[in-house]
């Protein structure tokens, strides 16, 4: 497993699950609330597993991909991106299904969730590629999938967190990781074995 290809997956579900919405008979407001509860339990369980799992790695390993200004950049952003994304799910929660003021919502939250994937696509994923070892990624996909497929059911409550609290929470987690690390290295170098594990995880520095 790899959880660059995971993330990918789900994104194209969730752009699929969007246009099962926007061509479903509009007279079917159980369908239509039934199909929106699938998408937006897929997209709060998918944001905060990558909240949990993917980007404090990402914030160990990146390098700042694309057009992004760093790694912390693009962390903040995405964390931005995720409480928008909520933002517009609450306001269709306080609509009636099928009622243009939940239409506006609905397509709110494909505006932000596309213009997210876009960017995490593009600069977060292809970054991680290049910085984490298959064994890494392994390791996080079955993290992240054992987190949603708990949630998968029934949901699970969304919060908003904030941007700098969360860069300043995980970028000390990924000092002291990025220490963790170079000791691991080093004791490796001293006794002359070469490190193993999911911290053996830069393929490029
Ligand atoms: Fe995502
Ligand atoms: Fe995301």
Do not use: C
């Not at 969007?18 to 929106?36: C, H, I, M, T």
């Not at 939940?102 to 991680?128: C, I, K, P, Y």
């Not at 490796?188 to 995880?201: C, H, L, N």
């Amino acid at each position: 497993m790899d959880i660059t290809e995971i993330i990918q997956h789900q994104h194209d579900e969730q752009r699929r699950m969007f246009a099962y919405l926007e061509q479903w008979p509009r007279d079917d407001r159980e369908g239509l609330a039934a199909v929106w509860r699938r998408l937006a339990i897929l997209l709060e369980t998918h944001a905060e597993a990558e909240e949990r799992y993917f980007y404090p790695e990402l914030l160990r390993l990146g390098t700042g991909g694309a057009d992004a200004e760093s790694t912390e950049e693009e962390v903040e952003d995405a964390v931005k991106d995720h409480n928008e994304i909520r933002a517009a799910v609450r306001a269709a929660d306080e609509h009636e299904t099928g009622s243009v003021g939940w239409w506006t919502a609905v397509v709110d939250a494909n505006v932000h969730n596309s213009d997210h994937m876009g960017e995490e696509e593009r600069q977060d994923l292809a970054d991680f590629r290049q910085q984490a070892t298959l064994e890494l990624r392994h390791v996080i996909a079955v993290n992240f999938l054992r987190y949603e497929s708990q949630k998968a059911a029934a949901g699970t409550k969304p919060v908003d967190k904030d941007p700098q609290q969360y860069l300043d929470r995980h970028a000390s987690d990924a000092v002291t990781d990025s220490e963790k690390h170079a000791t691991k290295l080093a004791v490796a170098a001293a006794e002359g074995t070469p490190p193993t594990g999911a911290g053996a995880t830069k393929t490029s520095s």
